[in-house]
């Protein structure tokens, strides 16, 4: 399984981070303000459930691979 996170974003006055999972053809998308999954192709509800505990249990780990991300850096060469 892969995992992408998205640089910090501001929405609606809050700050948000995103996180991709995919694997083969299948896909979804949390947001980490709310550990919920706001998009699912393909993952069971009981593999749902794992990821959005998985983003609970590492949010420390999710914010520093954020703040981390140079956006500029990723648009020219992404």
């Known amino acids: 399984m892969?995992?992408?996170v998205s640089s910090i974003v501001s929405?609606?006055?809050k700050r948000?981070?995103?996180v991709l999972?995919?694997?083969g053809t299948r896909s979804a998308?949390?947001?980490l303000s709310d550990y919920k999954m706001i998009?699912?192709?393909g993952f069971?509800?009981?593999e749902i459930d794992m990821l959005e505990a998985y983003m609970h249990r590492e949010t420390d780990r999710i914010v520093?691979?954020?703040?981390n991300i140079n956006v500029m850096d990723a648009f020219l060469n992404g």
């Open 29 to 31: 998308e949390g947001r």
């Open 21 to 23: 999972f995919t694997e």
């Open 16 to 18: 948000e981070i995103y």
């Open 44 to 46: 069971s509800r009981e």
């Open 11 to 13: 929405k609606d006055g």
């Open 2 to 4: 892969n995992m992408s």
């Open 64 to 67: 520093q691979m954020a703040k």
């Open 39 to 41: 998009s699912n192709k």
